[in-house]
Structure formats: C-alpha cells, structure tokens
C-alpha cells in the first residue's frame, strides 16, 4: 500500500483545500419560528431543535 515519504505540514494541506470553502452552507426555515438557519443545528432566534426547545434564548 502506498504511503508518504514525508509528513505533509497543515498549511499546504489546507491549500489544497481551498476551493471546497467557496460554496455557501445549506439554510432552511425554522419550523417554528421561520427564520432561517443552518440545518441539524439549533435555531438562534427561537431556541428549538427537532421540536424541543434546547437553548435558552433572551427575547427583545
């Protein structure tokens, strides 16, 4: 099985990376409040996940 010859620092292995971080993430609407936000995450403004309330969030 092949392998490196010499470790590959984190710089110039992000560097190939770059092109993957020019697309934007995915956003949805909250189902409870409509507000977007990125999914599999809890919304901000309203506090919820999966129907649940998980985050206690200051109003106004």
Known sequence: MAHPKTKISRAR???????????L???VT???CGE????HYAC???GT???RTVL???NG
């Open 30 to 32: 909250c189902p409870a």
């Open 49 to 51: 996940y999966n129907k």
């Open 56 to 58: 206690r969030v200051k």
């Open 13 to 23: 292995r992000d560097k190939r990376r770059t092109h993957k971080k020019l697309t």
């Open 36 to 39: 977007p936000k990125q999914p």
């Open 44 to 46: 901000l403004s309203c």
């Open 25 to 27: 993430s995915a956003v």
